[in-house]
């Protein structure tokens, strides 16, 4: 009797394990990380500001790219809908979370390169604050459906 309980156990064990199975897999695949900032620019700095992105940020944005430190960037037009929303979205996509780990201490000799020093790097911040306004930035990370 104890056998017959056991070998009935055991196929009830084994035949829902594939359904219990099915149930804990995810419907998706973690994919690319997007960093996104919205940027308002300054009133009739527009011009000026996409110089900037064309040049510098480009030359930037290529380089870590070329470096596998990033998978690709982009850089949209929005319609602002008040004086407070973004007119720029930028974006860059990561392989996934780890591209994170000691992003700093990869990305700084590229900066260093493009800028000269690191405090050059900073004063070039500031000059590019007086063209527009960080509005804001948010992480998003792509799910894959299966």
């Given at each position: 009797m104890k056998k017959i309980l056991l070998l009935l156990a055991?196929?009830?064990?084994?035949?829902?394990?594939?359904?219990?199975?099915a149930q804990e897999e995810?419907?998706?695949?973690?994919?690319?990380?997007?960093?996104?900032?919205?940027?308002?620019?300054?009133?009739?700095?527009?011009?000026?500001y996409l110089r900037y992105l064309d040049n510098t940020y480009k030359h930037l944005m290529d380089e870590f790219k070329k470096q596998g430190l990033i998978t690709d960037y982009a850089v949209y037009s929005a319609m602002p809908r008040d004086p407070q929303d973004a007119d720029l979205i930028?974006?860059?996509?990561?392989?996934?979370?780890?591209?994170?780990d000691d992003l700093q201490s990869r990305t700084d000799p590229v900066v260093k390169e493009v800028f000269g020093s690191l405090p050059k790097a900073a004063s070039a911040s500031a000059d590019r604050g007086k063209m527009?306004?960080?509005?804001?930035?948010?992480?998003?990370?792509?799910?894959?459906?299966?």
């Open positions: 055991a196929a009830i064990l084994t035949t829902s394990a594939p359904a219990s199975r995810h419907a998706y695949t973690q994919g690319h990380v997007v960093v996104v900032s919205f940027v308002r620019t300054e009133p009739g700095m527009f011009e000026e930028l974006t860059v996509t990561y392989k996934n979370m780890a591209a994170f527009r306004r960080e509005i804001g930035s948010q992480m998003v990370r792509q799910l894959i459906l299966k």
